[in-house]
């Protein structure tokens, strides 16, 4: 069966993502049970799983009320306390959601939350807030060596894989973006098409693995041109990629 994606707005920034086949649905992240609902009766689909990538209630808030509507698996990380959760899962598992003929591998990507994972499947990853478009997620509970690691699983990923993050971040981090690298055509090209998206009300996402590495500075820490200005921000030499993601990572924590 055909798989059709779709980005359901929530909160203020945070998308949840719907995954359509055969008249079923996946929903990913529901930190908000109303957004999912709505869009299931309007389409008259049956919601076959829900998938939590990391603990935080704008992310997994939704998935016990969704659960128990639609006596539905709720699938997230065995490293992370979320009550919601009927099956826990870890790197090498695989997710199959039979109604749907879909089948996701699961990555361990710590950084943000100590337990995060994404899950990957039909040239789709569902990263949550590890990887933003142009971004990544803050080092709430890991460490930069971790969330290093963790991108790096990611960008390896192939090129045309969709990158369907957690939340509309895109134009914010290409400003940020911008500053490391000035001189990055793509990160220009880039933000004239997100902007022009967000004029007219609609999603920069999913991105591109392939995008992403040409325009996300913390995918590209091994670049010289990133590692100069994350020198220029420490003042001092910066070159080891881990300590160039550090120093970028505290200053987009910073910029404005």
């Given at each position: 069966m055909a798989l059709e994606l779709t980005a359901v707005p929530a909160f203020r920034d945070n998308y949840?993502?719907?995954?359509?086949?055969?008249?079923?649905?996946?929903a990913v992240d529901p930190g908000d049970a109303a957004p999912v609902r709505s869009a299931l009766s309007q389409r008259q689909l049956k919601l076959a799983a829900v998938l939590v990538t990391h603990h935080h209630p704008d992310h997994a808030g939704g998935a016990a009320a969704l659960a128990s509507e639609y006596?539905?698996?709720?699938?997230g990380p065995a490293q992370e306390m979320i009550p919601a959760l009927t099956q826990t899962v870890k790197t090498g598992d695989e997710v199959l959601i039979e109604a749907l003929g879909a089948?996701?591998?699961?990555?361990?990507?710590?950084?943000?939350?100590?337990?995060?994972?994404a899950y990957h499947g039909h040239?789709?990853?569902?990263?949550?807030?590890?990887?933003?478009?142009?971004g990544c997620g803050r080092l709430f509970e890991g460490t930069a060596a971790q969330m290093s690691e963790s991108l790096a699983k990611l960008a390896a990923l192939p090129g045309q894989t969709a990158v369907c993050c957690g939340h509309?971040?895109?134009?914010?981090?290409?400003?940020?973006?911008?500053?490391?690298?000035?001189g990055n055509p793509d990160i220009l090209a880039y933000a004239?098409?997100?902007?022009?998206?967000?004029e007219q009300g609609r999603p920069t996402l999913p991105s591109r693995?392939?995008?992403?590495?040409?325009?996300?500075?913390?995918?590209?820490?091994?670049?010289?041109s990133v590692a100069a200005a994350a020198s220029r921000r420490a003042g001092r030499a910066v070159s080891d990629p881990v300590e160039v993601f550090a120093v970028i990572r505290d200053w987009k924590d910073n910029f404005t």
């Open positions: 949840i993502w719907l995954l359509v086949a055969g008249g079923a649905a996946i006596h539905c698996p709720v699938y089948r996701f591998r699961v990555l361990d990507v710590p950084g943000h939350t100590a337990g995060h994972v040239n789709i990853v569902f990263c949550g807030d590890t990887l933003f478009s142009a509309e971040y895109t134009l914010a981090n290409l400003r940020f973006a911008q500053a490391v690298e000035p004239q098409g997100a902007k022009g998206l967000r693995i392939a995008l992403e590495r040409q325009v996300n500075p913390f995918l590209r820490c091994a670049e010289p």
